[in-house]
């Protein structure tokens, strides 16, 4: 059963802090996902992870970074916390995509942790 | 530019009959679809997902339809039970873009008793 753990739950910080939003899987996945959860504008993806030590920028990546020193391990830090980054972060992870030719047999499903509701005040 | 929507935001429908949850996409490149559920102070949970080379596939209750020339998916949900009542978001993968999935916007749905 896969689970994927978000270190907190619920987070309150102050304008300018750094916050770490840490993410934990346990299914040795090689993709990991940062989104953002906001009423009307669905899930936005901020940062996501192939490998260890790589990331790429997502659709909304300003004002945040990523750190992936481990497989398993995937922080996602605010440098310094605006009221606009007040909002339910989501974790996920994935297998790795498999080779084009299988590619309809596989699903593409993504594993959420149970988010992180980060409140900047 | 959102490239997958969900046009209705909320639904309402009463326990026993059909809920119908729509979603378009506008990316010609998108090959695979997925449904997921939300409850609050959760994280999504996966229901129900389709290839582009198929039209339609079930699990239970749950069915999605596929129309590629319309870029249209929807999934219905039939009898509708009270613990349907959720978030659902539509999501969908590009051949190029590995594992990375485009959401919609999500639509409310809610089961009456």
């Known amino acids: 059963d896969v689970k994927v753990t978000q270190s907190s739950r619920y987070l309150v910080k102050r304008t300018g802090e750094k916050v770490f939003l840490e993410c934990v899987q346990d299914?040795?996945?090689?993709?990991m996902f940062w989104y953002r959860q906001d009423p009307g504008l669905g899930l936005r993806l901020i940062y996501f992870?192939?490998?260890?030590?790589?990331?790429e920028k997502g659709d909304i990546p300003e004002g945040y970074s990523v750190s992936r020193e481990k497989k398993e391990r995937f922080s996602l830090i605010l440098e310094s916390a605006s009221t606009n980054q007040t909002s339910m972060y989501l974790c996920?992870?994935?297998?790795?995509?498999?080779?084009?030719?299988?590619?309809?047999?596989?699903?593409?499903?993504?594993?959420f942790g149970p988010g992180t509701r980060l409140t900047v005040t | 530019d959102q490239q997958v929507k969900q046009n209705s935001p909320s639904l309402s429908v009463q326990e026993g009959r059909i809920s119908i949850l729509n979603c378009d996409y506008t990316?010609?490149?998108?090959?695979?679809f997925l449904w997921y559920k939300k409850y609050p102070a959760e994280g999504p949970t996966f229901l129900i997902s389709?290839?582009?080379?198929?039209d339609k596939n079930e699990d239970g209750r749950f069915t999605v339809f596929l129309n590629k020339s319309a870029k249209h998916l929807s999934l219905h949900i039939v009898p509708s039970q009270p613990g349907d009542s959720a978030v659902y978001f539509c999501?969908?993968?590009?051949?190029?873009?590995?594992?990375?999935?485009?959401f919609g916007t999500g639509t409310q749905l809610k089961v009456e008793l």
């Open positions: 299914m040795d996945h090689e993709n």
């Open positions: 996920a992870s994935s297998p790795f995509p498999i080779p084009l030719l299988k590619r309809q047999l596989i699903s593409y499903e993504q594993y």
């Open positions: 999501a969908a993968s590009d051949r190029g873009g590995g594992n990375k999935l485009t």
């Open positions: 389709i290839s582009s080379i198929k």
């Open positions: 990316n010609s490149m998108f090959d695979y």
């Open positions: 992870s192939y490998d260890v030590k790589m990331k």
